[in-house]
């Protein structure tokens, strides 16, 4: 039997800006989105649409501790960020220590002894964030980074291509399966950056000739 490895699931709300598509049969997130869950292995289950019970522990406990934080603070003045976030760690501690009404124990205990066996580790690596725009290669098969040009294999000339920019590397795909990465330039150029690989046969005879003089 395969053994299941741990995920986390994250419950969002079905805002536009996260959640693309969400029916009884498929759930379509921005791929930015999904590159991030991917990278925490967490598993996006967005909520129904009118369908707040699908959260409600997360939701009520976040409110109740920002109104029980803000209302012991309310008389307090800060004169900077760093006061402010000092007093909220104090109380969110003093908030965690305090002994249940209904039940044994605090929030801190409920942590260690309920939740804390199932956290994971981060990933060695931080998460890149990444861009993802669509581009149709031109006759000049170059793809635009917003900055500068870069090339593409010249059989696709008059595809449609994905391409996902980060501030270190500018990557393209087609139909899923990478076909160009260059190390992105943040400066603009003059000259579009190419690859030898993506030129035409005939150009790439032309080149050759010209670098033996």
Same mark, same amino acid.
């Given at each position: 039997?395969?053994?299941?490895?741990?995920? $986390?699931?994250?419950?969002?709300?079905? %805002? /536009?800006t996260g959640i693309t598509k969400n029916t009884r049969y498929e759930t379509i997130i921005p791929?930015?989105?999904?590159?991030?869950?991917?990278?925490?292995?967490?598993?996006?289950?967005?909520?129904?649409?009118?369908?707040?019970?699908?959260?409600?522990?997360?939701?009520?406990?976040?409110?109740?501790?920002?109104?029980?934080?803000?209302?012991?603070? #309310?008389?307090?003045?800060?004169?900077? @960020?760093?006061?402010?976030?000092?007093?909220?760690?104090?109380? +969110?501690?003093? %908030?965690?220590? #305090?002994?249940?009404?209904?039940? $044994?124990?605090?929030?801190? %205990?409920?942590?260690?002894?309920?939740?804390?066996?199932?956290m994971q580790p981060l990933p060695t690596t931080s998460y890149e964030l990444a861009v993802w725009?669509?581009?149709?290669?031109?006759?000049?098969? +170059?793809?635009?980074?917003?900055?500068?040009?870069?090339?593409?294999?010249?059989?696709?000339?008059?595809? =449609?291509?994905?391409?996902?920019?980060?501030?270190?590397?500018?990557?393209?795909?087609?139909?899923?399966?990478?076909?160009?990465? =260059?190390?992105? %330039? @943040?400066?603009?150029?003059?000259?579009?950056?190419? /690859?030898?690989?993506?030129?035409?046969?005939?150009?790439?005879?032309?080149?050759?000739?010209?670098?033996?003089?």
């Open positions: 039997m395969e053994r299941l490895e741990k995920c $986390i699931v994250l419950i969002p709300d079905n %805002l /536009k791929r930015t989105y999904r590159e991030m869950s991917d990278h925490y292995n967490t598993a996006i289950v967005p909520a129904r649409v009118r369908h707040p019970d699908d959260k409600p522990n997360a939701e009520g406990s976040v409110k109740f501790a920002t109104t029980w934080i803000i209302a012991a603070l #309310r008389n307090y003045h800060f004169f900077s @960020l760093d006061e402010a976030r000092s007093a909220v760690s104090e109380k +969110l501690e003093e %908030l965690n220590s #305090r002994p249940f009404q209904k039940r $044994i124990g605090n929030r801190r %205990l409920a942590y260690e002894n309920e939740e804390k066996a199932f725009s669509t581009a149709k290669v031109q006759n000049d098969y +170059l793809i635009n980074d917003g900055i500068n040009k870069y090339s593409v294999p010249f059989d696709l000339i008059g595809e =449609h291509v994905d391409i996902r920019t980060t501030n270190e590397t500018v990557e393209v795909f087609f139909h899923g399966s990478r076909v160009a990465s =260059h190390a992105r %330039l @943040l400066k603009a150029q003059q000259d579009p950056v190419k /690859k030898p690989e993506h030129m035409p046969p005939e150009h790439q005879k032309y080149r050759k000739r010209s670098i033996l003089g």
